[in-house]
């Protein structure tokens, strides 16, 4: 009897598992565990020699008014997004659940955001929030809101901006946290939705009672999902603004970017990009738990 | 007295379905009485039943709660309560929310909810576990919460769906004694479905028998065992089933049970038939003797069961021929075509 190498289960699954292993050490470990490293170094893009400097880099951000401007705003940015996200999110949900005419129409746009790369959804917003030819400029200015002459300046004012950026990261969060949340809605067995129905809630209590509640959990995982995509995205700040005006939409990622690679700053890039690890860490094992707890059925 | 639900020509057509679910039910319940659906799975009782509730709107017919036409109306205004086959509690809310729950949709004031669902636990025996959640809960006792929950509203029907189904065996003959005493105690006009034979005859004031989304027969457990209507009727209440057995020009019926060997009842008897019985096989269930054997003398030669009572002592062996009498009166006859019974013999 002859046995192949196909027949050797331990083996086949080792060959299998090997690409995947193979990507996560080269494109994840190996950087995350090189930019630890660097953040507590002297390393530039002119002198890659290792010198140990200890907390230097870190001390050193955080005197910098830029770096907590940008930490306060990665906060921030994140907060409101995940807020406006997670409302939107379930109002998209369940107008997936309902039916109507052209539904798939409907799904298939809010869809095609989210298989946008984020680069290059941020380039079509930086034309739609152009301060001379913004589309919604125009439409405000044909609705009579603004004067034919005058512009939003979207991009070029603190406040303008921020909301800008925010509105950017909502657009690309809802689509994929209204499929995690429509997932979860999908679970609710339909016998309670019919209890609900038989002892008398209608649309809002049962939304507010039922619905919500049970879909706790998947929220707290579209939370998660959106908390991390947010807090470690750079691309959209990087395109939209370039954390203009004067660095006032900088965040951390955007602004380890500016240090460590624009600047050549290595060790100080870096420092910026791990600030937040132990802080996500912590937030993500709080959600997880919370979930656990809340996984009722 | 008032009907409390009354259903006309109720029809159920799904879409992509090429026969109704339900087909033309007309059906009437008397006030205060236990009405059970009966019929096997995907025979439309449930349909039937989740028109009634308002969760599924007839393709045609009407339906009247109270007197009054509720065709289109929201479950919610219809004065009835559900329980559910999987009793659908909400999971994330402990037995007193869950009771308090269609309380609240119908803003009633705090103390007036508390009063109520305290007073709901208690006739169902839940008083201490008002604060568990369900998942803390026994299967029957997440059953109670689901009738405490449906008895709360002090409806004017309540419609069972298969209410004992996920019990176990032990408990479900539990379930079944609290039910029905559940009911003699709220006396609320009461729809039940369920597809075990057994529930219908010990439970059912009425029985309504179901198959394909028709009636075919509406009865006292009693009377639709004893007489039933047609031959789908015969065979699917009682176990053993009915004997069929096909005659020149009609079909011929007894239960197991009406049968006995020809020395118990003696010689010479008027109106009683004398068959016979070749013996194949003899099951000993429950202290009664099921006879498995080809019986002749009532028509062509058929399989057929016999069920003798512990308290019949003849020995019978098998592979032996054993002859057999049935009283007149206990045989049964079905039109060959139609399969619908006949009063009397036909000729």
Same mark, same amino acid.
């Given at each position: 009897m002859s046995t192949g190498l196909a027949d050797r289960e331990g083996f086949l699954a080792r060959l299998m598992l090997l690409p995947a292993i193979v990507y996560i050490v080269a494109l994840v470990a190996v950087p995350f565990v090189v930019a630890i490293a660097y953040s507590f170094s002297d390393v530039t893009a002119g002198n890659p020699g290792f010198d140990w400097v200890g907390l230097d880099n870190y001390r050193a951000n955080w005197e910098d008014p830029v770096f907590r401007r940008a930490l306060w705003n990665t906060f921030f940015f994140t907060a409101v997004t995940i807020a406006l996200t997670i409302v939107l999110a379930n109002i998209v949900a369940l107008l997936f659940a309902a039916d109507f005419r052209g539904k798939w129409v409907v799904r298939f746009l809010v869809l095609l955001a989210w298989t946008t790369p984020a680069a290059l959804g941020a380039i079509a917003w930086v034309f739609m929030l152009d301060s001379l030819l913004s589309p919604i400029d125009w439409i405000l200015q044909q609705l009579g809101l603004l004067d034919d002459q005058r512009h939003m300046v979207w991009l070029g004012k603190s406040g303008l901006a921020k909301a800008s950026v925010i509105g950017v990261q909502v657009w690309r969060l809802v689509p994929l946290a209204a499929v995690i949340i429509m997932a979860g809605q999908t679970a609710i067995p339909d016998d309670i939705n019919d209890a609900a129905a038989m002892d008398g809630a209608g649309f809002w209590r049962r939304l507010w009672e039922v619905t919500l509640p049970l879909t706790r959990p998947v929220i707290a995982v579209a939370v998660l999902f959106g908390a991390i995509v947010t807090v470690t995205d750079m691309s959209v700040v990087r395109v939209l603004t370039n954390g203009a005006p004067v660095n006032q939409t900088q965040v951390l990622a955007s602004w380890a970017y500016v240090k460590g690679i624009d600047g050549g700053n290595l060790a100080q890039g870096a420092a910026v990009a791990v600030f937040l690890l132990p802080l996500l860490l912590a937030a993500t094992v709080a959600i997880l738990r919370a979930v656990r707890r809340w996984e009722v059925t | 007295m008032a009907v409390a639900v009354e259903t006309v020509g109720l029809t159920k057509l799904f879409a992509g379905g090429d026969r109704p679910a339900v087909d033309h039910v007309d059906l009437a319940t008397e006030e205060g009485e236990y009405l059970v659906l009966l $019929?096997?799975? $995907?025979? $439309?009782k449930t349909t039937l039943l989740r028109m009634i509730a308002g969760l599924e709107q007839p393709s045609e017919g009407e339906v009247r709660i109270g007197g009054t036409l509720v065709n289109g109306l929201p479950p919610r205004v219809r004065r009835i309560a559900m329980v559910f086959q999987s009793y659908a509690l909400y999971p994330h809310k402990t037995v007193r929310q869950n009771i308090e729950f269609p309380l609240k949709a119908q803003r009633l004031p705090s103390d007036e909810r508390r009063q109520r669902a305290e007073w709901a636990a208690e006739l169902l025996g839940l008083t201490g576990l008002l604060d568990r959640r369900p998942r803390q809960l026994s299967g029957g006792e997440r059953q109670r919460v689901a009738l405490a929950r449906a008895l709360v509203r002090e409806p004017s029907v309540f419609l069972l769906d298969e209410p004992l189904s996920n019990l176990d065996a032990k408990l479900r003959a539990l379930a079944r004694d609290d039910l029905k005493d559940f009911h003699k105690r709220v006396g609320t006009t009461t729809i039940y479905v369920t597809h075990d034979q057994v529930e219908a005859m010990g439970m059912g004031d009425r029985i309504v028998v179901m198959l394909d989304g028709q009636v075919r027969q509406v009865g006292p457990p009693q009377a639709v065992y004893e007489h039933p209507a047609d031959t789908f009727v015969a065979t699917f209440l009682g176990s053993p089933p009915m004997n069929l057995i096909q005659g020149d020009d009609v079909i011929v019926g007894f239960r197991p049970e009406k049968a006995l060997p020809a020395e118990v009842l003696g010689e010479g008897l008027d109106g009683h038939h004398r068959w016979s019985l070749e013996v194949h096989r003899i099951e000993y269930l429950s202290g009664d003797r099921h006879l498995h054997g080809l019986a002749a003398g009532l028509g062509k030669p058929t399989p057929v069961i016999v069920r003798l009572p512990a308290t019949v002592l003849t020995p019978i062996e098998t592979g032996t021929t054993h002859d057999f009498v049935l009283r007149e009166d206990d045989l049964r006859y079905f039109d060959i075509d139609t399969e619908r019974a006949h009063e009397h013999r036909a000729g």
């Open positions: - | $019929g096997p799975s $995907g025979c $439309g």
